[in-house]
């Protein structure tokens, strides 16, 4: 493991979160074919180092309320809309090729990054829980960054709808 996930498991181990094992490549390759996308490289070498949080209490919030999904429960936007069919900030054009890996304060609002290989956002994050996602890193790589020094790049505000 090396560059931002030695890092973000550094953070993590701080807070006494465990580290859970990463995914195996059969594993990353069953989520692209689901999803008819191939993730961006910077996200597939994560989930192969870093399998996200554990996904039951304790170990499945950090210290700000941020939960870092594991692979069995990524999904795209539309898919979590299913599940949350009040929540009609999910549902914006290009819902279905964004993909949700995290949430904040137990789903305030969730993190997705763009896996439309086509758009020029590819492998940008975005925050989805305003009126519009709002781009708020260039990659999944410059996203762990900002996470990890507590940007306050990561709490935007929403757009105004005017």
Request: aromatic share 14%; glycine share 8%.
């Amino acid at each position: 493991m090396t560059g931002p996930w030695t890092r973000l498991a550094e953070h993590w181990r701080s807070q006494g979160l465990p580290i859970m094992a990463g995914c195996s490549e059969t594993e990353i390759a069953s989520a692209e074919r689901r999803w008819s996308c191939a993730l961006p490289r910077d996200f597939r070498d994560y989930l192969a180092s870093l399998g996200g949080m554990n996904p039951y209490y304790p170990g499945d919030q950090d210290a700000e309320g941020y939960s870092f999904w594991p692979l069995e429960r990524l999904r795209t936007a539309v898919e979590e809309a299913r599940d949350h069919k009040w929540n009609a900030c999910l549902l914006f054009p290009g819902a279905a090729k964004h993909v949700l890996f995290a949430d904040y304060l137990c789903w305030c609002w969730a993190l997705a990054f763009d896996v439309a290989e086509t758009s020029p956002a590819y492998g940008s994050v975005c925050v989805i829980g305003h009126a519009v996602p709002v781009q708020i890193a260039g990659s999944f790589a410059e996203f762990v960054e900002l996470y990890i020094v507590g940007s306050d790049a990561l709490y935007p505000a929403p757009p105004r709808p005017w």
